[in-house]
């Protein structure tokens, strides 16, 4: 893997290890469509909490509550109620960080594989030589395959 690409790995990982990828009340409106009032309330509600809680202080919000507040509004899209929305959004947040655990800690290496995006996610564990790599196509498609290495 070339110095640049090992370089960018190291600090995507980093970015999202760190959790550097907060946002502010502000923010969160913006991204999501939701009010202030409207954070306000799902947060006295417990449906969310901010990172740094300390009162008349601002509100900083992690990017899995961002995740948890996207699914809570897509719920309720489908018709559940706020309460319910926000469980089912609850029980999504352990695959969300999942997805975190593996950005931080499985990703081997960045790579290109035909001119084309790849990511090495690691060895399998019954077939170290085998590997996990997610490849994105010209056309948007992610695949994922198999490879043998042999280090």
């Not at 900083?60 to 319910?84: A, C, H, N, P, W």
């Amino acid at each position: 893997m070339n110095q640049l690409l090992t370089d960018i790995r190291n600090r995507f990982q980093a970015i999202f290890k760190k959790n550097h990828l907060a946002f502010n009340m502000n923010d969160i409106s913006r991204i999501t469509g939701l009010s202030r009032s409207q954070v306000h309330y799902w947060e006295a509600k417990g449906y969310i909490k901010p990172v740094n809680y300390q009162k008349n202080r601002n509100h900083v919000y992690d990017y899995l509550t961002l995740i948890k507040i996207e699914l809570i509004q897509s719920y309720l899209k489908s018709g559940f109620t706020l309460k319910m929305a926000s469980q089912k959004a609850s029980q999504g947040r352990k695959y969300a960080e999942l997805i975190h655990y593996i950005i931080v800690n499985r990703i081997r290496s960045i790579d290109n594989d035909n001119g084309l995006p790849a990511t090495d996610f690691g060895a399998l564990v019954n077939n170290p030589k085998q590997h996990v790599v997610f490849v994105k196509k010209a056309n948007g498609d992610v695949i994922a395959k198999l490879v043998k290495k042999d280090h």
